[in-house]
């Protein structure tokens, strides 16, 4: 079942969105070479708490950190250690906040210092796909036109999706109905409607779509070592344009302060 929200809800859902998209805002923004992911993580931990929120990933099946930090080679759910990153890198933030019991889950991946001309074109695609997909988040579509858009993006570049790892409804849970698969899976996916909250997240390796878990059970590599980027938006269905809830400008003057 898809949980359409209320408009009350969707209240909640704004707040929890701005939030989300601020933190993650200022974590990419603090980001530079040198700093350890642990460091990351501390400064991440430090912002949520400012905005008054609590981490939706901390804790959830046993995950022990506030935010995913994946570097290069990692496609998501990177873990904090004592890695620095260098001039070069890139690293994937994922941020998911609960405010007044709703979450917004939103992800970015950024160049640390800058990055070299194929890894720029890979975040560079990887945004583009995002933006494609969220495009076709409108009332009457399948979510199905989310995941062929987002595909024919980036295949058209001749990077690849992954297919283990899928977009989701989002709202009191952060796993909601329905899927929403970066790639087109050939079943008969559900209509969107207005009043459904969408987390769209496109995974892409430059290399070869494969990938696995590493031992420590969480962190997702590429199986060909191939560089991975993700990109991801909380996104209301509405009657008219879909209304991207983790925009970081949506924040209200009451949670900006200081
Ligand atoms: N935020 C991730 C997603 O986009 C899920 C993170 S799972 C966690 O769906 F365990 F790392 F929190
Ligand atoms: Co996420
Ligand atoms: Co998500």
Request: with cysteine; net charge negative; hydrophobic share 40%.
């Amino acid at each position: 079942m898809i949980v359409i929200k209320s408009e009350r809800e969707l209240e909640a859902m704004r707040l929890a969105g701005a939030i989300a998209g601020n933190v993650l805002d200022d974590v990419a923004t603090w980001v530079a070479p040198g700093v350890t992911t642990r460091e990351i993580e501390q400064y991440a931990a430090g912002r949520i708490k400012h905005y008054g929120a609590k981490s939706a990933f901390l804790g959830y099946r046993k995950y022990p950190c506030h935010i995913c930090v994946s570097v290069n080679e990692q496609v998501v759910h990177g873990m904090a250690d004592s890695r620095r990153v260098q001039y070069g890198d890139i690293v994937s933030l994922d941020v998911g906040v609960v405010y007044r019991e709703f979450i917004g889950d939103t992800a970015r991946t950024v160049a640390v210092g800058g990055c070299d001309l194929h890894a720029q074109k890979l975040l560079d695609v990887t945004e583009q796909a995002l933006y494609q997909g969220i495009a076709q988040a409108l009332p009457g579509n399948r979510v199905s036109d989310i995941s062929r858009a987002v595909q024919a993006e980036v295949e058209h570049h001749q990077f690849s999706v992954v297919r283990e790892f899928v977009g989701h409804g989002v709202g009191r849970s952060m796993h909601e109905e329905p899927q929403i698969p970066n790639y087109d899976d050939g079943k008969l996916s559900p209509r969107l409607r207005p009043g459904m909250t969408l987390a769209i997240e496109p995974m892409v390796n430059a290399g070869r779509p494969e990938v696995r878990i590493l031992s420590d059970g969480w962190t997702v590599v590429t199986q060909d070592g191939s560089w991975s980027a993700h990109f991801e938006h909380t996104v209301l269905v509405t009657e008219n344009e879909p209304e991207i809830l983790t925009w970081p400008e949506k924040m209200p003057s009451k949670l900006r302060a200081k």
